[in-house]
């Protein structure tokens, strides 16, 4: 007979490349920390714990992007391991800001860098974890809203679909009343493409979003480098504003490489 403990759903958080931060939005829940540990079976998360369970597990929640060929395998067994799978943050979604390195010659880059480049072992692109396993969700934002996370958790306990906006920063903006920096101050704003999730924090304090939350669902990002070049930015600058923490998410690569070679 099982006992209670065990019949709770176990969750499981791995690590790839990346920087802790997203894990650490889930140890920053504090209150619903404590009911979400008793919700859920915390089977293997070793940057909380040193109790580390074997799988399988009901749901897994991945941080980081590949970068090398252990990590290709490991998400293999990762993905065997776990019922659901979810990736969270801008690394695991997007590649992450080492993504950058994919537009650049990654052997010149650790030579440039490392002592001893040749205890590296590395391939060429950082990579979301989805072009590499299937994922049953994406939860975007470097870092994730940590109210995102339990509400994506929560409804996946509960068997329903989370209720997670796919619409854009503008949105936030209107709802609490910011005025548009870019319409107002003509400051260049990534938000029409991004998607909601910060509450629209950047706007509110006067400055234009630079897109952590990576892209909305069907962002128009053609239309807004042609608002970018309106308000006096050059290719240049409309290629270093779509490749940031979210460069290698499609929809931002595009816009980069078209800004790139018009
Ligand atoms: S400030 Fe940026 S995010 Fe807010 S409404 Fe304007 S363009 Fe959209
Ligand atoms: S960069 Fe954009 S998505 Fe990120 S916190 Fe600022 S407004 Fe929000």
């Not at 619903?32 to 008793?38: K, N, Q, T």
């Not at 590296?120 to 994730?144: M, N, Q, W, Y």
């Not at 409309?238 to 070679?261: D, L, M, P, T």
């Amino acid at each position: 007979m099982k006992s209670k403990t065990q019949a709770k759903p176990r969750l499981a958080v791995f690590k790839f490349a990346s920087c802790d931060g997203c894990q650490l939005s889930l140890l920053d829940a504090e209150d619903e920390l404590l009911a979400l540990a008793g919700a859920v079976e915390i089977a293997y998360f070793p940057e909380a714990s040193s109790r580390m369970l074997k799988g399988p597990y009901d749901i897994g929640l991945v941080e980081g992007s590949i970068t090398t060929h252990h990590d290709a395998e490991r998400i293999q067994q990762v993905r065997r391991q776990c019922r659901v799978l979810v990736t969270i943050g801008a690394c695991a979604t997007a590649g992450g800001i080492q993504a950058l390195r994919n537009w650049q010659d990654v052997g010149e880059m650790a030579r440039v860098v490392y002592a001893t480049p040749s205890y590296l072992s590395t391939v060429k692109l950082s990579t979301p974890i989805a072009e590499h396993v299937p994922v049953d969700f994406e939860l975007r934002g470097c870092p994730i809203n940590k109210a995102q996370l339990l509400e994506l958790l929560c409804a996946l306990l509960a068997g329903r679909k989370p209720s997670i906006p796919t619409h854009s920063v503008c949105m936030e903006c209107k709802r609490r009343g910011t005025v548009c920096v870019m319409v107002a101050r003509g400051l260049p704003c990534l938000g029409p493409a991004t998607q909601a999730g910060c509450g629209a924090l950047c706007p509110a304090y006067a400055r234009g979003c630079y897109g952590c939350f990576g892209p909305m669902e069907t962002p128009n990002t053609a239309s807004l480098s042609e608002r970018y070049r309106s308000l006096g930015r050059a290719s240049p600058d409309i290629v270093r504003a779509f490749r940031g923490f979210n460069a290698w998410a499609w929809q931002f690569r595009q816009a980069s490489e078209e800004a790139e070679h018009p």
